[in-house]
């Protein structure tokens, strides 16, 4: 049983940064797709950026440039840096997980096994 818990929400001015953590237990595998998710009041959610075990990454077209998906393999914690935040990334963030390499169709959220219970951002203007 993977379990994931995220830290690193709260509010923030626009053009700002903050950093979301995920903190990641029970895997033994060799490989392992981690990706952050947000979803914002009325919508669904939305696919933000993932990385797999040999670094690769995929970001969602509004953030590239401004968010970076990175992990520490050795204390299994994945981050998400996010730079030059905007009104529009307000929502609650989750940290997602799966066995495996990323899918091709990264962004549907129901090729993830395992989910945080998510933190909110909050950016003002």
């Known amino acids: 049983q993977v379990q994931l818990v995220e830290s690193g929400g709260g509010s923030v001015q626009a053009g700002g940064s903050l950093r979301l953590s995920c903190a990641a237990s029970?895997?033994?595998?060799?490989?392992?797709?981690m990706a952050w998710f947000r979803q914002a009041p009325g919508k669904g959610r939305e696919g933000v950026a993932t990385i797999d075990s040999f670094g690769r990454t995929n970001y969602e077209e509004s953030v590239k440039g401004r968010f970076t998906i990175s992990q520490n393999s050795a204390k299994n914690i994945l981050y998400l840096e996010m730079n030059n935040v905007k009104p529009e990334d307000t929502a609650l963030y989750f940290c997602a997980a799966d066995p495996g390499s990323c899918a091709a169709d990264w962004s549907d959220d129901r090729f993830f096994d395992y989910w945080g219970q998510g933190t909110q951002v909050t950016v003002s203007s």
């Open positions: 029970g895997y033994r595998g060799n490989r392992l797709c």
